[in-house]
């Protein structure tokens, strides 16, 4: 499948910015399961743009706008084409084929296995991997002792799906896997996180991916699912929102630990007090047969064509207000004050750097 996608965000200072300094992982993979045709990054107001390739090897752009600035808009768009079609995996057992991965119980005790995806095994920012997630991870192995690693993966993923319920606004970016478990409702981000603390409980190395859904008529701005290391067929997508595999719909574009990772958007700016940010994405599904459709998300059931992805934080908009916290970002570490009842990474002084705020998945 071949699919055209533009994601753009949007911050608004309350006044004005005079430094902003900021990453973003949007462009997305090329590997064995999808080519990256094309890309093109645009920010607003202009900006030199720095590419690298951090330790998981995504495409990450940096950037600063050191003058003062009212907003900043951030537009990405890729052209990427997926080598399943929309109900044919991407990796693993396709269709009729035996699973031929080895027994979970073995996997997990390969010493070869827990050297080379250390960490992928344990815990991260939003993976803690504690009593709750373990006891869920219990009674899964205990319902199968013999299972292969695959069907583990698989059955994960559809216990997610069947005990929580997906709902927005009950989770934040920041949420951990315990408020999931706690609450029994979230989003993509939510459970990603989830079957990755499932999977590593198990011995099974697990992380977390960033990237887009095809073909539905609302999604959040950006989707998350989790990759398992399965012998023999490597790193195996398993969608725990669809408790399902992915498939030639779902595009990736970076690869993490967690959420902490790979955040669509990480930075600092000093002034511009609150931030006002908006985000939405839009895109197009080429079809061989129909062409190239376009599709704009507008709301409920007015598209036309195949919308790719559209978020609205919140109720079309997300108003951060100021908190603070300790950050490290490169070679620069900033300690901002506290106060209760703020959002970490902020603070209300005009001249204290703080953080942009993120996009949940």
């Known amino acids: 499948m071949r699919f055209s996608v533009t994601h753009r965000t949007a911050y608004t200072y309350a006044s004005p910015a005079h430094e902003s300094f900021n990453e973003v992982r949007l462009q997305p993979?090329?590997?064995?399961?999808?080519?990256?045709?094309d890309f093109d990054l645009t920010i607003d107001p202009p900006a030199t743009v720095i590419t690298f390739r951090d330790y998981y090897g995504n495409s990450v752009h940096d950037f600063g706008v050191p003058y003062q600035h009212d907003h900043l808009t951030i537009e990405a768009a890729s052209d990427v084409v997926t080598f399943a079609d929309a109900d044919v995996p991407l990796s693993g057992p396709r269709g009729d084929e035996p699973d031929t991965s080895p027994p979970l119980a073995r996997?997990?005790?390969?010493?070869?296995?827990?050297?080379?995806?250390?960490e992928f095994l344990g815990l991260s920012t939003y993976v803690a991997l504690d009593a709750a997630s373990e006891g869920v991870a219990r009674a899964l192995l205990a319902a199968a002792p013999e299972t292969?690693?695959?069907?583990?993966?698989?059955?994960?993923?559809?216990?997610?799906?069947?005990?929580?319920?997906?709902?927005?606004?009950?989770?934040?970016?920041?949420?951990?896997?315990?408020?999931?478990?706690?609450?029994?409702?979230?989003?993509?981000?939510?459970?990603?996180?989830?079957?990755l603390s499932l999977c590593r409980h198990a011995g099974l190395p697990a992380r977390y991916v960033s990237g887009y859904l095809?073909?539905?008529?609302?999604?959040?701005?950006s989707h998350a699912w989790a990759e398992a290391?399965?012998?023999?067929?490597?790193?195996?997508?398993?969608?725990?929102?669809?408790?399902?595999?992915?498939?030639?719909?779902?595009?990736?574009?970076?690869?993490?630990?967690?959420?902490?990772?790979?955040?669509?958007?990480?930075g600092t700016y000093r002034g511009g007090a609150e931030a006002l940010m908006t985000v939405e994405v839009h895109g197009a599904v080429r079809d061989e047969s129909q062409g190239l459709t376009m599709a704009r998300a507008v709301g409920r059931d007015r598209t036309r064509g195949k919308?790719?992805?559209?978020?609205?934080?919140?109720?079309?908009?997300?108003?951060?207000?100021?908190g603070a916290m300790t950050q490290t970002l490169g070679t620069m570490t900033q300690t901002l004050?506290?106060?209760?009842?703020?959002?970490?990474?902020?603070?209300?002084?005009?001249?204290?750097?703080?953080?942009?705020p993120q996009q949940q998945q």
Not at 29 to 37: D, E, F, I, N, R
Not at 214 to 221: F, L, Y
């Open 29 to 37: 993979v090329s590997g064995k399961t999808q080519t990256c045709l």
């Open 107 to 118: 996997l997990a005790d390969d010493p070869l296995i827990a050297d080379e995806y250390a």
């Open 148 to 195: 292969t690693t695959f069907a583990f993966l698989q059955r994960a993923s559809v216990y997610i799906r069947d005990h929580y319920t997906y709902q927005l606004g009950t989770t934040n970016v920041h949420s951990t896997v315990a408020d999931v478990i706690a609450g029994g409702s979230g989003v993509c981000q939510d459970f990603a996180h989830l079957l």
């Open 214 to 221: 095809g073909d539905i008529t609302e999604s959040s701005a």
């Open 229 to 266: 290391f399965v012998p023999p067929y490597g790193w195996v997508g398993v969608d725990a929102t669809l408790g399902a595999p992915c498939t030639g719909r779902h595009v990736k574009i970076a690869v993490g630990r967690d959420y902490a990772d790979v955040a669509v958007v990480r």
């Open 307 to 322: 919308l790719i992805q559209y978020q609205t934080v919140g109720a079309m908009s997300q108003l951060q207000r100021l």
């Open 337 to 356: 004050h506290a106060e209760p009842g703020y959002l970490p990474g902020q603070s209300d002084e005009p001249d204290v750097p703080r953080q942009q």
